[in-house]
């Protein structure tokens, strides 16, 4: 199995101990299952890894986008994790969880005036400002207001990661922040250092995501300090925070590594650390950002089957109830994924198939070249594996279909639901 939080039993899956054929019973299909015991213990390998190996101060920030729900961010208050939030949506959904929007850093390349004030009302606790305009606008805001806002400038230290195009940021050409080789991010940190009602506390980089690619976030480091130095050296500023953003893989298939998170960060912690020696300047307060290594792998997707249709001498397709809507990463980035039959786990797979969705959209596909048993047919359970990240915050309604429940797993035989399904009427509730 992929992940050690899935196991067969009598021929059926279990996800977090727990049989899911009677989950997708019990809660109906297509069905979002989330194992909260392994998104703590995700929690927890980043925040101890942090205090090892960087010491007070330093901590990981959930970024929320892999997947916003009011349960989700009660868990990140209760784990102490921090969070990265990316529009005034994730706010209101982390303050209805009573998160403590000042231990929040506000992302995003084009923050509306509107998210700066709505923010700013609930005392956000920074900005990760990624252009001039966006300093303009905060300190205008802050100047209202009387206050002095904390700011870190997103840079672009010009690696590129090696993931799919798509989600790759941290290059010169990217649409975020600003390129040091450029010299773009020295101007805009000497503007930001102008401004009466913005206090600049440092800088953020985040090179990509889904990325295995060795010493990636090392010379992302080492880059963004080499520009912290200059900026002490030629300007007499001192960063005290230096946010390294997220991106490290998980595992969606055979073929992709386990990554080793309290090592990896060590590597960073040492990479920084010799750096900062090397330059001469104190160690910042370092962050990272990881939001598919929190959730990625505590998440199923449980559909299921229709029609099943053999194409002699072509291919054959398994239709399920669910689709691009819930799982739109194969359409975006044919990304990978391992499809199980959850019911019929002791018969051997060896029916080559397409998994598709019911959407009128040849796109509409989950994952190709996937086998399944030769009796798969309508009723079977189809088990989606690691679908806890950029699923369910990238859903959508499509074909007006209602988006899946989240039911949370936890204890070995606890279940509850922490998002609802949404009914036909839901579909509706914005038509006049
Ligand atoms: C600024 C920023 N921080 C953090 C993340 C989270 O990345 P990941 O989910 O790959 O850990 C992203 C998304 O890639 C991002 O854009
Ligand atoms: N949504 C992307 C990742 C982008 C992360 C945000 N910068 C994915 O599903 O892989």
Do not use: W
């Not at 925040?47 to 010491?55: K, L, N, P």
């Not at 509850?416 to 509730?429: G, K, M, N």
């Amino acid at each position: 199995m992929i992940c050690d939080n899935l196991t067969v039993s009598n021929g059926r899956l279990l996800f977090a101990g727990q049989d899911t054929v009677e989950l997708a019973r019990q809660y109906g299909t297509p069905l979002y299952l989330m194992d909260e015991d392994r998104i703590r213990a995700n929690c927890r390998v980043y925040t101890e890894a942090f205090r090892r190996h960087f010491g007070p101060g330093a901590r990981p920030l959930y970024a929320s986008k892999a997947n916003s729900f009011q349960r989700i961010y009660e868990i990140m208050r209760e784990e102490g994790m921090g969070i990265d939030v990316v529009s005034s949506g994730e706010i209101y959904t982390a303050l209805r969880a009573g998160y403590d929007l000042g231990q929040a850093y506000f992302h995003s390349n084009n923050k509306t005036d509107e998210d700066i004030r709505y923010s700013m009302d609930h005392g956000i606790g920074y900005f990760v400002a990624d252009n001039v305009e966006e300093i303009k606008a905060i300190e205008a805001e802050a100047a209202r207001r009387g206050i002095k806002q904390r700011v870190l400038l997103r840079l672009t230290p010009g690696i590129d990661p090696h993931t799919y195009e798509a989600i790759a940021t941290g290059k010169v050409d990217s649409k975020f922040g600003s390129a040091i080789e450029t010299g773009q991010a020295e101007e805009i940190t000497l503007f930001t250092l102008r401004q009466p009602h913005v206090e600049l506390v440092g800088f953020h980089c985040h090179v990509g995501s889904q990325v295995f690619a060795e010493d990636v976030f090392e010379r992302a480091a080492v880059i963004m300090l080499e520009f912290a130095a200059h900026m002490e050296k030629a300007h007499g500023y001192q960063t005290r925070q230096l946010d390294l953003g997220g991106g490290y893989g998980v595992r969606y298939v055979e073929y992709d590594p386990v990554l080793n998170v309290d090592a990896k960060v060590a590597q960073v912690a040492a990479a920084a650390k010799g750096a900062c020696a090397r330059l001469g300047i104190a160690l910042p307060e370092i962050h990272m950002e990881p939001g598919r290594s929190i959730v990625g792998d505590a998440g199923l997707t449980l559909y299921t089957v229709g029609t099943v249709k053999e194409i002699p001498g072509y291919k054959n397709y398994v239709s399920v109830d669910g689709g691009m809507p819930d799982n739109p990463r194969f359409a975006l980035y044919g990304a990978s994924y391992t499809c199980l039959l959850a019911n019929k786990l002791d018969q051997p797979a060896e029916f080559p198939c397409s998994v598709v969705g019911r959407c009128c959209e040849s796109g509409d596909i989950i994952q190709e070249h996937v086998l399944l048993p030769r009796s798969v047919g309508r009723g079977d359970i189809l088990a989606v594996c690691t679908t806890g990240a950029y699923n369910y915050s990238m859903a959508s309604n499509y074909n007006r279909l209602p988006r899946p429940p989240i039911v949370m797993l936890r204890g070995g035989n606890e279940s509850y639901v922490a998002v609802r399904r949404e009914s036909l009427e839901d579909l509706c509730r914005n038509d006049l």
